[in-house]
């Protein structure tokens, strides 16, 4: 396992572009997030890069991973602690020679344990499944169960799950293996990030 993916809790997705990132994005770790990752689908490369280096100074304060979505050079560049992959970002072994042997690099699994394997077998560092509920983010997204969280537990790697997740739905999946919870609207949408960060944390202390 990645020694910076220990701390099992909240992996925290933004949903740019807005105003106040950096202020949602500080309330998500102050309210307890583990993981932070950058998501930003426009064509802004110099906004992007900007926020992208101030939000990895921001982790760095918190003591907290930074992970960019999608975008292996935005990742360099910024100089994030790595790159979430999807099964259109190209290869692990194409983003790990561009930012090297210590990045973190996690992959989109989605409802499949064969896909999981070959990543696992890839180097992944972390494998994400979903969408286990509806996800206002992705409404199309495939749906996957939370036995799939349980199957992939022999692979040794940590488990995310993604979509529609809310502290409510939550529980049994945390109870299937999840090592992280990753939000998006149910914390960069909340009216007070900080407190629904703090609603996702609290399932991992109980």
């Known amino acids: 396992m990645h020694p910076r993916l220990t701390r099992r809790g909240l992996y925290a997705i933004s949903d740019g572009p ?3 990132l950096l202020a949602a994005a500080e309330a998500a770790l102050r ?19 900007r926020e992208a280096r101030a939000l990895k100074e ?4 918190f003591e907290v991973p930074f992970i960019v ?16 992959l999807g099964e259109s970002d190209g290869d692990i072994a194409s983003a790990r020679a561009r930012l090297g042997a210590d990045a973190i690099i996690g992959a989109s699994c989605y409802d499949s344990i064969a896909r999981a394997r070959q990543m696992a077998a890839a180097g992944a560092d972390y494998l994400a499944f979903g ?16 036995n799939l969280l349980r199957e992939a537990k ?3 790697l940590p488990r995310v799950a993604i ?15 999840a090592d992280f919870l990753a939000a998006i609207s149910g914390v960069f949408a909340q009216a007070d990030p900080e407190a629904a960060a703090r609603r996702y944390a609290a399932l991992y202390k109980s």
């Open 18 to 20: 807005r105003p106040d």
């Open 31 to 49: 309210g307890g997030a583990v993981l932070l990752q950058y998501r930003d689908k426009t064509g802004d490369a110099a906004r992007r890069a």
């Open 58 to 61: 921001l982790c760095a304060r």
């Open 69 to 84: 979505n999608d975008d292996v050079e935005l990742a360099r560049v910024s100089g994030a602690d790595g790159v979430h």
């Open 131 to 146: 969408a286990f509920f509806p996800s206002p983010t992705k409404p199309n997204a495939r749906r996957a169960a939370p």
């Open 154 to 156: 022999p692979l040794g």
């Open 163 to 177: 979509g529609g997740i809310t502290p409510d739905n939550a529980p049994p999946l945390v109870e299937a293996g």
